[in-house]
C-alpha cells in the first residue's frame, strides 16, 4: 500500500511598501522613498521617517516621480533586496 501524498506548497507571503522613485539612473535598478509616520511612546508626538531602497525593475521602464509598490526577494546584488511590483501612478511629466 504505497500511496503518494503530495504536499501543497504555501503561498509565499512577500513583505510590500509603496514609495516614490527618487532616482532611475542605474541599469535596471530605482531607488524608492518610503516615507511612514511613527508615534512617539511617551511624548505622542508624530514624526516622519524616511528610507530608501534599491529596487530591481527589468525593463526600466520606471521614472524618477512614480509611486510604485515594491516587494520583497531574494538578493539580487548586494544592495538589491527588492523587486517593483507594480506602478500605482506616473509621475506628470513623464
Known sequence: MSETTQQ???AVIRRTLKGTVT???MDKTVT???ER???HPLYGKVTRLSKKY???VEDNSVHEGDVVV???CRPIS???SWRVAQVV???EGA
Open 8 to 10: 501543497a506548497t504555501p
Open 23 to 25: 532616482s532611475n539612473k
Open 32 to 34: 524608492v522613498l518610503v
Open 37 to 39: 509616520t511613527v508615534t
Open 54 to 56: 534599491h529596487a530591481h
Open 70 to 72: 515594491i516587494e520583497e
Open 78 to 80: 548586494k544592495t538589491k
Open 89 to 91: 501612478t506616473r509621475a
